[in-house]
């Protein structure tokens, strides 16, 4: 049984969307293991990974669903005490995640035909994230 560790960095846009599997191929591939899992986990109280299909038109109905979840301009108590204006952006974080695990088999990560990693910047503004990629396996 063997680890693997690896942290990229990315500089996120308020609101975006980052496809990260390929990260996550590059660095399985780096690990030299065969069979396993691999965590990617985002470091931060407003950021998400999530599963989606890389589908331009998926991207805007996905904001408008948080929209209809967590409202940007509802009041939220985090607002009223620190004044920043993303209490909604923790709430979408809390409610999507911030980590995702995927078995892999003969070093291939097992996801369906159109199924991405996708990292979203929840919050107002731009960020600069870390991603950890964290791989178990043999």
């Known amino acids: 049984m063997g680890t693997f560790r690896k942290v990229l960095s990315y500089e996120t ?3 975006g969307i ?3 599997c390929d990260d996550a191929r590059s660095a399985l591939k780096e690990s030299g293991l065969k069979e396993g899992l691999l965590c990617l986990f985002v470091k931060g109280s407003t950021g998400s990974l999530v599963f989606m299909e890389m589908d331009a038109e998926l991207e805007p109905d996905l904001e408008e669903a948080l929209e209809r979840i967590a409202p940007s301009d509802a009041v939220y108590a985090h607002d009223r005490k620190w004044g920043d204006g993303n ?6 974080a809390s409610i999507l995640g911030g980590s995702i695990t995927i078995p892999f088999a003969e070093g291939e990560l097992d996801l369906g035909r159109w199924q991405q990693v996708a ?9 600069h994230r870390e991603l950890i990629i964290q791989i178990v396996g043999e």
Do not use: A, C, P
Request: charged share 30%; net charge neutral; glycine share 10%.
């Open 18 to 20: 980052l496809y990260v």
């Open 13 to 15: 846009v308020s609101g």
């Open 119 to 127: 990292l979203i910047e929840n919050d107002v503004r731009d960020r």
């Open 87 to 92: 209490g909604h952006s923790h709430t979408r």
